[in-house]
């Protein structure tokens, strides 16, 4: 018996979807972005037809929303866009509360700090720049500074207020750690052979796990400097996710999302989760799954894909 079951998915955007984000203090409440420029507030109702319902459609860019990033409240959102801007949104309204303008290229990753005081975003103008919620840019870190020397496509904040760090990943094939006390590079992992598309650090903040175009997916340590463990995955990495409340590592590869139990010695496959039909709008090509979220509570996991729908799995154990 498979670990998951398929729930049909809601409809909404009318492009790739790209980023999707939920919240513990909000478990009802979805955010999606996608390439038709827009961001979509979903209520989560269960409903055995549609599990969400939009509610709201945050429109304001004028080019893809790549990445979307909730802040600890929910009351307010982030989107980076091609547009080469950041906006903060009000949740409550529906409208642009802040621009942040700074960024030369398109911006392709943004989160909020767990405080929500700090903001970090990364371009492929090849910067990570750090801003504060007033839209004010503090610290632009570039190759001179240890940084990357090609696009910036997935940047994170740690959990751990006391010694807070973040995490970024590159088209350079490297991923960095960086110190936030002194804003400075606190370690560089090496270990892809192609452009990595994603980076995320582990509820503990003792790990973090990274993918990209070589079909790897590495597993560090933040003390170690190769990768404790690699899974060969044959096709590009676009997503990874640790699940909030098991030692789970899921990936999104190509079509399929695949589910390691990290505690496991083995490292064992928990699931492959399949689409079971799909429709790519006439476009001709491969459908792949771009984005990842979990529920805090862990037992459903949400995906954005290329047929521009949102597919939700259910843990069934």
Not at 157 to 169: E, G
Not at 191 to 203: A, D, F, K, L, Q
Not at 301 to 315: F, H, K, N, P
Request: hydrophobic residues 35%; aromatic residues 10%; contains cysteine.
């Amino acid at each position: 018996m498979n670990e998951f079951q398929t729930i049909p998915p809601p409809l909404g955007h009318s492009g790739w979807v790209t980023s999707i984000v939920t919240s513990p203090s909000e478990p009802n409440i979805l955010l999606s972005a996608s390439r038709d420029k827009s961001i979509i507030v979903w209520e989560i109702t269960r409903d055995e037809i549609n599990f969400g319902v939009p509610r709201k459609s945050l429109v304001g860019h004028n080019h893809i929303v790549q990445d979307v990033a909730l802040s600890s409240d929910a009351q307010f959102a982030l989107s980076a866009s091609w547009d080469h801007t950041i906006r903060l949104w009000d949740l409550n309204t529906g409208r642009t509360t802040r621009r942040f303008v700074g960024h030369e290229k398109d911006v392709l990753s943004v989160a909020f700090s767990p405080d929500n005081r700090q903001i970090v975003s990364g371009s492929r103008d090849k910067t990570i720049k750090l801003w504060n919620t007033l839209g004010s840019c503090k610290f632009t870190l570039t190759e001179d500074d240890g940084g990357h020397s090609d696009w910036v496509s997935s940047v994170c904040f740690s959990q751990d207020p006391v010694k807070p760090f973040m995490a970024s990943c590159s088209w350079d094939k490297t991923v960095k750690i960086w110190d936030l006390t002194k804003v400075k590079l606190r370690a560089e992992f090496n270990g892809h052979n192609g452009y990595v598309n994603t980076v995320v650090i582990s509820p503990d903040g003792a790990r973090c796990v990274s993918g990209g175009k070589d079909g790897l997916v590495n597993l560090w340590d933040m003390n170690e400097t190769k990768p404790f463990h690699s899974f060969k995955t044959g096709k590009e990495v676009h997503s990874l996710v640790f699940s909030p409340t098991r030692f789970w590592v899921c990936a999104a590869i190509g079509d399929v999302i695949k589910i390691w139990d990290i505690e496991d010695e083995q490292k064992k496959l928990i699931d492959t989760l399949t689409p079971q039909s799909y429709d790519l709008n006439n476009q001709g090509g491969e459908l792949n799954c771009l984005c990842l979220a979990w529920s805090d509570d862990g037992t459903t996991l949400y995906a954005g894909y290329s047929d521009y729908l949102i597919r939700v799995w259910q843990v069934c154990l």
